[in-house]
């Protein structure tokens, strides 16, 4: 009777360890989930704000590329063209003199930098579904700019028997439309998108105001030819997409607030 007690030994300190470290083991990693949640929601807030403050850069840049492309692109033409007469598009035309500064410049680059600012504010007004329009119609006004890039007219204003009836051709002329339709829209719909949303709402006013704006300075320029009121408007526009990248990297600078 007294080997059957000896050979049954009682649980050991060691036993009654390993069950404690399993205990203290699970309220270790229940402790850790909250701050696995933190660490992801901040780290994916970090990339965000790094992504808006590119999509503000850009933003910043639309006038200036876009400018470039015409204002250049408009020099280096011949004499007899004029850019308070002749329309932008003749710029990039196949008989034009270096396209590329109005095609790759001021169109494609200038196309591809409202892309990521629509972008940017897409991720900003989210998920306000009227954010989200907005965005989506700046977003197509950037696809069509670029596009005008690529769709090249035939020939200039100035050539000789100038028919520009290609496809490439009437497909700019589409393009024209379809970006001229989306350019008076977004801003409209971004105004009051911004008036819905606290932190954007001091920007609604202006962004209202964009386009009668230029539609006013358009009126006002073409006493000195279609051009000047074309690139009045164009470059009223821009300014606008400016306006709101800079109002995008201001929301990015403010401090964010720390965990209690």
């Given at each position: ?170 497909a700019d ?21 911004f008036r ?21 300075l358009g ?42």
């Amino acid at each position: 009777m007294a080997a059957a007690e000896v050979g049954a030994p009682e649980p050991g300190p060691a036993l009654q360890l390993a069950g404690g470290g399993y205990r203290e083991l699970n309220e270790l990693q229940r402790s850790i989930r909250p701050m696995r949640g933190y660490v992801a929601r901040r780290v994916g807030a970090e990339r965000d704000t790094r992504f808006l403050r590119i999509a503000a850069m850009c933003g910043l840049a639309v006038p200036v590329t876009s400018a470039m492309g015409w204002a250049v692109g408009g020099l280096a033409q011949r004499e007899a063209y004029s850019s308070t007469e002749d329309d932008i598009s003749d710029l990039g035309a196949m008989t034009a003199s270096s396209p590329w500064l109005y095609n790759q410049i001021g169109s494609n680059l200038t196309g591809l930098l409202i892309v990521v600012l629509a972008l940017g504010v897409w991720l900003s007004l989210a998920p306000d579904t009227l954010g989200r329009l907005g965005a989506a119609a700046l977003l197509l006004v950037g696809v069509g700019v670029f596009l005008d890039g690529l769709f090249r007219l035939d020939c200039q204003g100035i050539d000789v028997n100038c028919q520009n009836d290609s496809w490439h051709s009437d497909a700019d002329k589409m393009e024209s439309r379809f970006t001229v339709a989306f350019t008076l829209l977004s801003p409209i719909i971004l105004a009051f998108a911004f008036r819905r949303v606290a932190e954007w709402r001091d920007s609604w006013v202006p962004t209202l105001a964009a386009i009668p704006l230029s539609i006013g300075l358009g009126i006002l320029f073409s006493v000195l030819g279609d051009g000047a009121a074309t690139r009045a408007t164009t470059l009223t526009w821009t300014l606008w997409a400016a306006f709101v990248g800079l109002r995008l990297l201001q929301k990015t600078a403010r401090p964010q607030p720390q965990p209690v």
